[in-house]
C-alpha cells in the first residue's frame, strides 16, 4: 500500500478521511484497529461515508469533489434486477491510472455500497453483488489520475433485497 | 354451464348476506360466537379431509380466536363466519376440481 | 365479488394483471370443458403423457434446447440468463455443496455412511429418483431415501426442508450433472395409480388463488409474476435443490412444493406426505430424459 | 471449521483472474426477524488480497453488499503457484485469513 501512497498525488480525501477518524474518536466511536495490512493511515475504512443517506454527501466524504460523467467507464447491470437481494454489477474502464472504484446506490438506506482501493498493477474492472432495496440509479464513481469521472444505469427491481 | 359459473357466483352473495347481516343485527353473544366458531371449525376440517384447506382460511380463524378472548365478540363471530365462508369456498373448489382438472391436462 | 373473494388482493400491479388474465384463461378452460362435458376416464399411459408433456414445452418455446429446460427460468429469459452466468462463476451453492459432501462422507454413530444405503455408494445416482417402492408400493424420493438410511442406522431424521437435507441433495445432485432423468414406472397397479395422483395434484386448482402448479409451471412459464420469471415445469426438478435468492439460502424439493402451495394461499401438506411424493414422482417423470443440472440458483 | 473464504485465482500470461467468494451474513441492520426485531447489523467492512507481501486489492464495504459477498478482479505480476493472501475484518470485529495457491 505504501508504494501506492509514494506514486500518487496526495488528495484531499486522504486528508479528508483523516479528519473523519478524529472526529470519530472524539465521539468515543471505536476505530477497529484491524490486522497490520490495514495500518497506513489514509486505508482507514470510509466509516462516515459508508453512513451516508445522500449520494452527493456519500461522495463528497469519500473524495472531496464531484466526479463528471465519462464515456470510457463500462457499467455492466441488468435491465431488471432477478432479486434485489444479489444483484450482479460490474464495471471495467479504459481511463488510465485508476486508483479507487465506488459503487453508490442512491435509493438504498445507505447510499454507498462498496469502495474499491485499485494499487498500481491491478486492472481498473471490478465485479461484484449488490443489495438495492428498490428501482435505482447505480452510480460507479471511478478515481484516474486524482480526478472523478462517473457512470450511471438504472435497474428495476420489483422484489427488494430489504437492505442496504 | 350457467351451473359450473353460477355456483361461485351465488357462494358469493351468501357471503355478502352473511357479513351485511350479522352488521344489521345487536351485539353477539359468547354464546354466539361458540355456534359460529363450531360451524367454520367443522367446515375447515371438512376442508382438511380434502387436503384443500386455505391459509386465509386459517388466519380467519385466528383472528376469531383472538377477537373471543378480547370479549369482543361482534368482531370474533364475524371473522367465524367470514372463515365459514373461506372454508366452504374452499370445499366448493376441491369438489369440483374432481373432475375439472382434466381440464388443464396436456395429452 | 367473485374477482375480490377468489383474487389476490395484495399481488402488485403487474401480478393483478397475470391473476385477471390467469381467470380469463380458467373461465375460458371451465366452458371449453363443460362443452365437452363427460370426458371418459381414459386409461394412464405414462409414455404418451411424458411425450405430450415436453412436446407442449418445445413447440412454446421452439427457440429452447430441450436439455435447456433444466436450467429453468434461465432458458427463457436472456437478461436473467446473463445474471445467471455470471453468478453461476461462484455459485451461491458453493457453500452447501461442500457442507453436503462433508455430511455424506461423515460415518454415523454405527460406523456405517449414508453411502451404504445406496447404489453405487450414492455417487451419481441422482436421476434414478423418485423410484417407486414394490414392497411399500410407495414412491421414494431421494429426501425421504436419506432420511430412511438414517433411521435405520440408529440416527434421528433430520428435517426435510432444512440446510442439512439441502446440503446432501445437493452434493448428491452435484455427482450426477448431465446424467438424464430415468424415472421408472415398474409394472404394478399401484405405481401407475401414485403417478396419475402425482397427475391430478399437478393439475387441481387449489388455495385461494385457485391456482394450479400447472397455472403457473405450465400455462404461464416465462412471465413475470410479480418480479419473478415463472419457470417452466418441465425440468423444474433438474435442479433441485436450489438456492434462491428470494430465501437467501438452499432449499430442497420438499421446502418448493410447501412455498408453492403457500403462494396460492392453501396450507401446505406435511413435507414427504403421499402426494407430493406421488407428485415429484409424476413431474420427475414427464422430464424424463432431461439431464440432472442440481444443485441450481434461483432468484 | 472450513475456511469462510473461497478463491479461484487463475493466472492468464500477465493477468491474474481472481475471484472470491466468503460466507458471511451481510446483515444490512434494516430486516426484521421474526419476532419483529431488527437483526443487528453485521458485515465485512474490509477485505485485503496481498501478494508477495504487497497489497494488490482492498475492498471496503458496507451494508448493501449480498449475502455471502462475492467479488473479482485482476491483477498483473504474478505467476502461477504463488500464494495469495485474502483476509477480512468485520463491524464485529471478527476475521478470517487463508492464503491460496495460484493456479
Known amino acids: 500500500m505504501t508504494s501506492l501512497d509514494d506514486s500518487q498525488p496526495v488528495t484531499r480525501r486522504i486528508v479528508l478521511r483523516g479528519a473523519g477518524s478524529v472526529a470519530l474518536a472524539g465521539l468515543g466511536v471505536v476505530v477497529l484497529p484491524g490486522p497490520t495490512v490495514f495500518a497506513a493511515a489514509n486505508d482507514k475504512y470510509p466509516e462516515d461515508a459508508f453512513k451516508q443517506k445522500d449520494n452527493k454527501e456519500a461522495i463528497r466524504l469519500l473524495y472531496g469533489r464531484t466526479a463528471e460523467p465519462s464515456d470510457k467507464i463500462k457499467l455492466d447491470a441488468p435491465e431488471i434486477a432477478e432479486n434485489g437481494a444479489v444483484v450482479p454489477i460490474s464495471v471495467s474502464t479504459s481511463l488510465a491510472d485508476v486508483t479507487s472504484i465506488a459503487f453508490v446506490v442512491p435509493e438504498n438506506p445507505n447510499v454507498l455500497a462498496a469502495y474499491y482501493k485499485i494499487p498500481q498493477g491491478t486492472l481498473p474492472n471490478v465485479a461484484n453483488r449488490l443489495k438495492m432495496a428498490k428501482t435505482s440509479n447505480v452510480i460507479v464513481i471511478v478515481e484516474s489520475g486524482g480526478k472523478l469521472f462517473s457512470a450511471t444505469k438504472e435497474v428495476k427491481v420489483t422484489v427488494g433485497g430489504c437492505g442496504g | 354451464m350457467s351451473n359450473s359459473l353460477g355456483a361461485p357466483v351465488r357462494l358469493c352473495w351468501v357471503i355478502v348476506a352473511l357479513l351485511t347481516g350479522h352488521a344489521a343485527f345487536a351485539a353477539n353473544s359468547e354464546a354466539g360466537f361458540k355456534a359460529s366458531y363450531a360451524a367454520a371449525d367443522a367446515a375447515e376440517k371438512q376442508a382438511g379431509l380434502l387436503r384443500n384447506q386455505w391459509l386465509v382460511t386459517e388466519a380467519a380463524l385466528t383472528e376469531a380466536r383472538k377477537a373471543a378472548e378480547k370479549n369482543d365478540f361482534d368482531q370474533a363471530v364475524a371473522a367465524a363466519k367470514e372463515a365459514e365462508a373461506l372454508a366452504k369456498a374452499s370445499i366448493y373448489q376441491a369438489t369440483s376440481e374432481k373432475a375439472a382438472w382434466k381440464n388443464l391436462e396436456i395429452r | ?299 | 471449521m472450513a475456511s469462510s473464504i473461497r478463491v479461484r485465482a487463475i493466472a492468464n500470461g500477465d493477468t491474474t483472474d481472481v475471484q472470491t467468494l466468503i460466507q458471511h451474513p451481510m446483515d444490512s441492520g434494516f430486516i426484521k426477524n421474526d419476532k419483529g426485531e431488527f437483526i443487528p447489523a453485521h458485515f465485512i467492512q474490509e477485505l485485503t488480497f496481498e501478494h508477495n507481501g504487497r497489497t494488490v486489492f482492498v475492498a471496503d464495504w458496507g451494508t448493501a453488499v449480498s449475502k455471502d459477498p462475492y467479488v473479482k478482479f485482476a491483477f498483473k505480476g504474478a505467476t502461477k503457484g504463488d500464494d495469495l493472501k485474502v483476509s477480512w475484518i468485520d463491524n464485529k470485529g471478527q476475521t478470517d485469513t487463508a492464503t491460496f495457491k495460484i493456479q
Open chain 3, 1 to 299: 365479488m367473485r374477482v375480490h373473494r377468489w383474487l389476490p388482493h395484495f399481488v402488485g400491479r403487474a401480478g393483478r394483471r397475470l391473476s385477471v388474465r390467469l381467470l380469463s384463461i380458467s373461465l375460458a378452460a371451465l366452458l371449453l370443458a363443460v362443452a365437452h362435458t363427460a370426458v371418459a376416464a381414459d386409461g394412464v399411459d405414462p409414455a404418451k403423457d411424458a411425450r405430450a408433456f415436453q412436446d407442449y414445452f418445445f413447440k412454446k418455446f421452439p427457440g429452447v434446447k430441450p436439455d435447456d429446460f433444466a436450467n429453468g427460468p434461465y432458458a427463457l429469459n436472456e437478461d436473467m440468463r446473463r445474471q445467471w452466468e455470471e453468478k453461476e462463476q461462484f455459485p451461491p451453492y458453493e457453500f452447501s455443496l461442500e457442507a453436503g459432501k462433508e455430511l455424506f462422507a461423515k460415518p454415523f454413530a454405527n460406523g456405517k455412511h449414508y453411502a451404504d444405503c445406496f447404489a453405487d455408494q450414492g455417487i451419481g445416482i441422482r436421476q434414478d429418483y423418485p423410484q417407486f417402492d414394490t414392497k411399500s408400493g410407495k414412491v421414494i424420493t431421494l429426501e425421504l431415501a436419506l432420511n430412511r438410511c438414517r433411521e435405520a442406522n440408529g440416527e434421528k431424521a433430520i428435517s426435510y426442508t432444512g440446510d442439512d437435507m439441502a446440503a446432501l441433495t445437493a452434493y448428491m445432485a452435484f455427482t450426477s450433472r448431465g446424467k438424464p432423468l430415468n424415472i421408472k414406472i415398474p409394472d404394478d397397479p399401484r405405481a401407475l395409480e401414485a403417478y396419475e395422483d402425482g397427475k391430478r395434484y399437478f393439475y387441481t386448482r387449489r388455495g385461494q388463488l385457485n391456482f394450479s402448479c400447472a397455472t403457473c409451471h405450465v400455462q404461464n412459464p416465462g412471465e413475470r409474476l410479480r418480479a419473478e420469471v415463472l419457470a417452466p415445469a418441465l425440468g423444474i426438478l433438474n435442479a433441485m435443490p436450489i438456492y434462491r435468492s428470494e430465501w437467501g439460502g438452499m432449499g430442497t424439493t420438499s421446502r418448493r412444493f410447501i412455498t408453492c402451495n403457500s403462494q396460492v394461499r392453501g396450507v401446505p401438506l406435511e413435507p414427504q406426505s403421499d402426494e407430493y411424493r406421488d407428485l415429484e414422482y409424476f413431474l420427475s417423470y414427464v422430464s424424463n430424459g432431461l439431464p440432472i443440472s442440481g444443485p441450481g440458483s434461483r432468484p
